[in-house]
C-alpha cells in the first residue's frame, strides 16, 4: 500500500531534550516536505526537499532540522525543543506537481 | 507573496444540502494548481479535488467540485448533497507548476458542521 509513515503519533518530551519525528515513503516520491499545523493558521511548511541530499527552508524553520540522506526518508530534528514547537506535525511527500500525500501527523507536546 | 484566504471560520449545512466553501489566492505565478483538502476529526488530511491554472473546465470528483474563477482568484470547493460524514476542516491549498512547485501553501481553513 502507498503511503508516508511517520512515527511517533504522539510525543510528550521536555524543554531542551532533544527528538527526531521520523518520515517514510514508499512511492519513490522526489518531493517531501514537513508542516505544522496550529489553530487558526492552517499548516506552514517548515522545510521541503526536492531530492536526496537537497532540502531547503521553508516559512518557519527556525528551531528545526533536517536531512535526506535516502530518497524514501526525511526526518525532523528538534535539537532543543520549546514549548512553542507544541503543534500537530505532519509530513508529505509528492512526485513533482501532483498533490501531496500526507502522513497520519505527530502530536507533540514539549512542557 | 503568495496567500490563501479563506473567509469563514466556521459554516453548518443541513444535511442533503449543499454547501460552498470559499477559497481566494494570491499569486503572481503564471501556472498554479489548486487543492482542496480534508481533515476530519481523527487528524489525517485526506486529498479532494485538484484544479490546474490552465484547466478551461471546473474539476469535479463524486460530490466535489471546484468553482474556478482565475480572474477574481478564487477557487470555491462545492460539496453537494452535504452527509454527517462531511464533517471536518477543509483547506484550500496552492502549489507552483513551473520552478517553484517545492512551495506548497495552505489557508488557514474551514470548520464545517454537517446537521441532521
Known amino acids: 500500500e502507498a503511503q508516508v509513515t511517520q512515527n511517533p503519533r504522539y510525543l510528550i518530551t521536555v524543554t531542551g531534550k532533544k527528538l527526531t519525528v521520523t518520515c517514510s515513503q514508499n512511492m519513490n516520491h522526489e518531493y517531501m516536505s514537513w508542516y505544522r499545523q496550529d489553530p487558526g493558521l492552517g499548516l506552514r511548511q517548515i522545510y521541503y526537499s526536492m531530492n536526496v541530499e537537497v532540502t531547503d527552508k521553508g516559512d518557519v524553520p527556525e528551531g528545526y532540522k533536517v536531512s535526506r540522506k535516502e530518497k524514501r526518508n526525511f526526518p525532523l530534528i528538534l535539537e532543543s525543543p520549546s514549548p512553542n514547537q507544541t503543534s500537530l506535525y505532519f509530513c508529505?511527500?509528492?512526485?513533482?506537481?501532483?498533490?501531496?500525500?500526507f502522513g497520519n501527523g505527530t502530536r507533540l507536546t514539549v512542557t | 507573496a503568495q496567500k490563501i484566504t479563506q473567509t469563514q471560520p466556521g459554516m453548518f449545512v443541513q444535511e442533503k444540502e449543499a454547501v460552498t466553501l470559499d477559497c481566494t489566492y494570491d499569486?503572481?505565478?503564471?501556472?498554479?494548481?489548486l487543492f482542496w483538502y480534508k481533515q476530519p476529526s481523527s487528524g489525517e488530511m485526506i486529498f479532494l479535488i485538484y484544479q490546474g491554472s490552465y484547466d478551461e473546465q471546473n474539476a469535479t470528483e463524486g460530490r466535489y467540485s471546484l468553482n474556478f474563477q482565475k480572474a477574481r482568484k478564487s477557487a470555491n470547493l462545492v460539496i453537494s448533497a452535504s452527509q454527517l460524514g462531511d464533517s471536518a476542516m477543509y483547506f484550500c491549498?496552492?502549489?507552483?507548476?513551473?520552478?517553484?512547485?517545492?512551495?506548497?501553501?495552505f489557508g488557514p481553513g474551514t470548520s464545517l458542521s454537517v446537521i441532521p
Open positions: 491549498a496552492m502549489r507552483g507548476l513551473g520552478g517553484t512547485y517545492d512551495k506548497v501553501i
Open positions: 499569486t503572481s505565478d503564471q501556472s498554479y494548481g
Open positions: 508529505a511527500s509528492s512526485a513533482g506537481y501532483s498533490p501531496l500525500h
